[in-house]
């Protein structure tokens, strides 16, 4: 089976979207590919005129300090509880 990296994105309400997954397989993790799935998502929304992007990280997900996804322009506006099933 081979898989690519995907992002799939939705409009929330008119001009902005979010972000609903970013599937990179493990062996692939750590070299970028997420924070260009993001960018290329980012510079196609704001082609069609996207004003928002919106993206909901859990804990268990989070970027490592390292990450430029750290160091990018974003922001904790709220933090709430989600289920999430173990591993």
Same mark, same amino acid.
């Given at each position: 089976?081979?898989? *690519? =990296? +995907? $992002?799939? @994105?939705?409009? $929330?309400?008119?001009? $902005?979207?979010?972000? @609903? #997954?970013?599937? $990179?397989? =493990?062996?692939? #993790?750590?070299? &970028?590919?997420? !924070?260009?799935?993001? #960018? @290329?998502?980012?510079? +196609?929304?704001?082609?069609?005129?996207? !004003?928002?992007?919106?993206? @909901?990280?859990? *804990?268990?997900? #989070?970027? =490592?300090? *390292?990450?430029?996804?750290?160091?990018?322009?974003? +922001?904790?506006?709220?933090?709430?509880? +989600? &289920?999430?099933? =173990? !591993?």
């Amino acid at each position: 089976m081979n898989s *690519s =990296p +995907a $992002v799939l @994105t939705s409009e $929330v309400s008119s001009g $902005v979207g979010h972000t @609903t #997954q970013i599937c $990179v397989l =493990p062996g692939y #993790q750590g070299h &970028g590919l997420g !924070r260009l799935l993001m #960018q @290329t998502s980012a510079e +196609a929304l704001r082609s069609m005129k996207f !004003r928002e992007l919106t993206l @909901t990280v859990t *804990s268990d997900n #989070q970027p =490592p300090p *390292s990450s430029s996804m750290k160091n990018s322009a974003s +922001a904790t506006i709220k933090s709430f509880t +989600a &289920g999430v099933w =173990p !591993r």
